[in-house]
T-cell receptor
Framework: AQKITQTQPGMFVQEKEAVTLDCTYD???????LFWYKQPSSGEMIFLIY??????QNATEGRYSLNFQKARKSANLVISASQLGDSAMYFC??????????????FGAGTRLAVHP | DVKVTQSSRYLVKRTGEKVFLECVQD?????MFWYRQDPGLGLRLIYF???????EKGDIPEGYSVSREKKERFSLILESASTNQTSMYLC????????????????FGQGTRLTVV
């Protein structure tokens, strides 16, 4: 069965520093996709970054990068040069599995990030 | 502008009532999802659908059912509401991607906070 694990319930970082949010996943299917979403206190879900299981390079989107280690089944999010507006809940998600034509999308428990000035 | 719209932001229902949560998307997405979000547990998948009249159980389907009669609309039904179904409910949609496909970010509605008393 598919599973996403985020072991850090809360993290804090100083403004302008980098921070890594951990995510490990479990699946027996070689084809899957990994996502990170941000949920500010307003409640909306904001897509940040995507990594496909067959992608050779780590995904990057502006200050966000995904440290994809396939053998370890980890997909950590790295936020560089943290800003106060980065304070939010962050969710790791995985698409895959035989159900629904490989389109089942599951999420982890999330990590709450606090950026301190 | 892409949109996923949930029929209510806040809902208060009595134990034993039948409750309908409605979700409509205007992006012609094949996939639609229902999650519940609880502190410390993240987003847990209740049901999803990858086509009209198709549905797949998620990780916590007990006490819920769904209906998808039209592509743009996905309804979550609580057959007999109970207090342990008090939660935030999030609907999402995305394009269908075949196995090995690429980024199909999911778009989320604003959420429905359901309280069962």
């Amino acid at each position: 069965a598919q599973k996403i694990t985020q072991t850090q319930p809360g993290m804090f970082v100083q403004e302008k520093e980098a921070v890594t949010l951990d995510c490990t996943y479990d699946t027996s299917d070689p084809s899957y996709g990994l996502f990170w979403y941000k949920q500010p206190s307003s409640g909306e879900m904001i897509f940040l970054i995507y990594q496909g299981s067959y992608d050779q390079q780590n995904a990057t989107e502006g200050r966000y990068s995904l440290n994809f280690q396939k053998a370890r089944k980890s997909a950590n999010l790295v936020i560089s040069a943290s800003q106060l507006g980065d304070s939010a809940m962050y969710f790791c998600a995985m698409r895959g599995g035989v159900s629904g034509g490989y389109n089942k999308l599951i999420f982890g428990a999330g990590t709450r990030l606090a950026v301190h000035p | 502008d892409v949109k996923v719209t949930q029929s209510s932001r806040y809902l208060v229902k009595r134990t034993g009532e039948k409750v309908f949560l409605e979700c409509v998307q205007d992006m012609d997405h094949e996939n639609m999802f229902w999650y519940r979000q609880d502190p410390g547990l993240g987003l847990r998948l209740i049901y999803f659908s990858y086509d009209v009249k198709m549905k797949e159980k998620g990780d916590i389907p007990e006490g819920y059912s769904v209906s998808r009669e039209k592509k743009e609309r996905f309804s979550l039904i609580l057959e007999s509401a109970s207090t342990n179904q008090t939660s935030m409910y999030l609907c999402a949609s995305s394009f269908f991607v075949p196995r090995g496909g690429g980024n199909t970010e999911a778009f989320f509605g604003q959420g429905t906070r359901l309280t069962v008393v």
